[in-house]
Structure formats: C-alpha cells, structure tokens
C-alpha cells in the first residue's frame, strides 16, 4: 500500500529530474531530444558497460543529431 506509492513517487521524481537534465543537456548542445533518445535507446542493451557513459551523453556523438 503507503510503502508501494511512496516508491512509485520517488521513482517519477528521479525519472523526471534526469530526464530533464538530459534534454536540457541536448537544448545546450543543439540536439534534438527525441532524436537524441531514439539514437541512444536501441544502444543501451549493445553498449558494453566501460563505454556506455562517454558514448551516450548527449553530444558525445554529433553525428546522431
């Protein structure tokens, strides 16, 4: 019950505030977001773990935009 909500709340916080981040990090770096995370998405279960931060920032490649 309360602990369920409580989880799922703090969940939709955490979700949000990266999400915004990261599309605030694509406006700054003029990247689409949608574009952004439809080029990222499909690579987060093919990107071995060692590369997936540099590679999956936004900007880190340009090419995707």
Request: aromatic share 8%; net charge positive.
């Amino acid at each position: 019950g309360v602990f369920a909500v409580g989880v799922t709340k703090e969940f939709g916080r955490n979700y949000c505030s990266v999400s915004s981040s990261l599309a605030a990090t694509c406006k700054a770096n003029g990247i689409c977001f949608r574009k952004w995370l439809e080029d990222v998405l499909p690579r987060l279960t093919t990107t071995p773990a060692g590369q997936m931060i540099d590679s999956l920032i936004p900007g880190a490649r340009q090419s995707s935009q």
